[in-house]
Every structure is written in structure tokens, then in C-alpha cells.
């Protein structure tokens, strides 16, 4: 089984996978549509408008902060509902110890892949590994 293989199937096995694998096939369009132009345009203005990261995610919090704002105070003037109360209902929002080692379990499998996969090339164990990673980048 190839590195890739045994990445891919560590990653399966972790929770977030079916919302990652969601975002990058664009099952949901328009979150996806939203999260890969915030993207964009950070790096946008990164590359070209001399921001740094913390300060373009300080001015995205505080308009995502103006935006709860105003649902909050002008819903009610409007006679509506507030719709931010039936998205994200309050509660003690903590990681948990086993969303935790999941997570950690996961990070550690595939670390463990390629450490592994690494010391097959530069121990030439396998020495048709090692001579096709070579031939991969170095072209003589």
C-alpha cells in the first residue's frame, strides 16, 4: 500500500473528513463558494495589499462580529425572529477529551506514515524506493 493509500485511509477514519470531504466536492455550494473567496481574498490582499494575517483575521472577526450585531438589535425592530439563536444555541461550547484524542490519534497515525516512509528512502531499505524518489527530483 502506497503512502498516499495509508494517509488517505487514517484520514477516513477521523470525524471531520465527511465536513472536509463536503467543502472540497462542493456539496454544499454556497459555504463552499464563501469559505474559498474569504480564502482568495486573503490571500489577495496578503500578496498585494501588504496585510498581515493577523490583521486581516482581526477585521474579518469584527465584521462577522458587526453582522451577529446587527441581526441581534434589528431583528427584533423588524418583528422577526433572531436567525444567529437557532444556528448556534447557547451552550458551553468545550472540546471534549475523546473529539480531542481523535483528532490527535489522527495527526500522530499520519505522522507516524511518513516518518516511516522517510526512513525507508534515506536507510535505502528499499533501495527502488529510494532510487525512484530520487529520479522524481533530481534529474541529471
Not at 471531520?16 to 490582499?45: C, G, P
Not at 516518518?115 to 534515506?122: H, K, N, Y
Request: with cysteine.
Amino acid at each position: 500500500m502506497s503512502v498516499c493509500h495509508s494517509i488517505l485511509e487514517t484520514l477516513k477514519k477521523n470525524p471531520l473528513f465527511s465536513v472536509a470531504s463536503d467543502l472540497l466536492l462542493w456539496t454544499d455550494i454556497y459555504r463552499t463558494f464563501l469559505i474559498f473567496s474569504i480564502l482568495n481574498i486573503y490571500f489577495f490582499l496578503i500578496t498585494f495589499g501588504n496585510y498581515t494575517v493577523v490583521d486581516l483575521s482581526c477585521k474579518l472577526f469584527l465584521s462577522l462580529l458587526g453582522a451577529c450585531l446587527g441581526y441581534i438589535y434589528i431583528m427584533p425592530f423588524l418583528g422577526k425572529e433572531n436567525p444567529i439563536s437557532d444556528l448556534a444555541p447557547v451552550g458551553d461550547y468545550q472540546i471534549n477529551r475523546e473529539l480531542l484524542q481523535e483528532h490527535v490519534e489522527t495527526v500522530y497515525s499520519i505522522w507516524e506514515i511518513i516518518r516511516l516512509f522517510l526512513r525507508d528512502i534515506f536507510y535505502c531499505s528499499n533501495a527502488l524506493k529510494s532510487l525512484t524518489v530520487t529520479n522524481n527530483y533530481v534529474h541529471i
